[in-house]
């Protein structure tokens, strides 16, 4: 029998080594984000009870700082993503050899259930539409998010050349690939309205301000937020937007395949749940439906 003890690794160290190997194998910044930002928590809370080596941690330490965060405002949800970023990186020190024992494998998630999403109705989203008529860049925006499923990162990332007659190119980002969105009329329209007015400048993103510069994701949120106020519509975020179309489409009877690809998803499974939201059956569309 082998009693040796591990060769001591600082958790700072590990942590080094897993973020670079997660770097280098998955393309998300996200996703790198996310796991930095568990980890170097999950890293604070074991220094601050004497814990500085990956090789002396223990189950009993991982589930006394999962009953730690518990007992803060943090949701279960946030709480799962937290643990499974745990899960992931003891999993990649066992497998790189630094430790022989997965302390992380016992804990345990809390139990929580996913609300359904908050789809807008037909009276909401046409209200949306209605108060930012007169504002030509943000009815564009707004109408890129309603009309194609776009993510709001999505559409303040586009190019001048990723804008065709009648069809947009969302290029390729990190392990999204590239796909291409048709436009109906209502969209066309609402584009050409702003690039009517958009400043002539140099500057190659679709979207930009009055002095010439990219249009940023958070000055996006900000001003449909104010629309949202200003159209009475409550408890409803940006991604919402997304959510009612994909509720629209499914319930106008869109193969879901097709619009899979359209909106972009790895999983089919994504957008069966919509059937129950709007109690409807697959249908076989192949083309989108306006809003």
């Keep these: ?10 958790y700072e160290t590990a942590l080094i080594s897993f973020l670079t190997h997660l770097k280098e194998h998955n393309g998300s910044s996200a996703t790198f984000t996310a796991y930095r930002g568990d980890l170097t928590q999950l890293g604070q809370y074991l220094a601050d009870h004497r814990i500085t080596q990956v090789t002396t941690v223990t189950t009993a330490h991982l589930s006394d700082y999962v009953a730690h965060i ?5 949701t279960p949800k946030s709480i799962s993503r937290k643990i499974n970023s ?4 003891f999993k990649f020190l066992v497998t790189t050899g630094v430790i022989s024992v997965n302390s992380a494998k016992e804990v345990v998630h809390p ?10 109705t037909e009276i909401e989203y046409k209200a949306l539409q209605d108060m930012c008529r007169l504002d030509i860049r943000m009815c564009a925006v707004v109408e ?4 194609t499923g776009m993510r709001i990162g ?3 990332n586009l190019k001048m050349e990723d804008y065709r007659k009648n069809e947009i190119v969302i290029r390729a980002f990190e392990n999204n690939p590239e796909r291409i969105v048709p436009l109906g009329k209502n969209t066309i329209s609402a584009l050409q309205n702003y690039l009517a007015v958009r400043p002539d400048v140099y500057e190659q993103t679709f979207f930009v301000t009055k002095t010439g510069h990219p249009l940023l994701i958070r000055n996006m949120r900000a001003a449909i937020d104010r629309y949202f106020r200003l159209a009475n519509i409550k408890n409803v975020k940006v991604n919402d937007l997304r959510h009612a179309f994909a509720a629209h489409q499914v319930k106008s009877g869109v193969s879901l395949e097709f619009l899979t690809k359209i909106m972009g998803h790895k999983r089919l499974v994504t957008l069966t749940q919509y059937l129950g939201y709007t109690k409807s059956k697959p249908g076989n569309l192949l083309k989108l439906v306006e809003l």
């Design 111 to 120: 139990k929580f259930t996913s609300n359904p999403p908050r789809l807008l």
């Design 154 to 156: 999505e559409v303040a």
């Design 86 to 89: 745990m899960k992931s990186f």
């Design 144 to 147: 890129l998010l309603l009309q």
């Design 70 to 74: 518990s007992a803060t405002n943090y």
């Design 1 to 10: 029998m082998n009693n040796e003890l591990p060769t001591p690794v600082s």
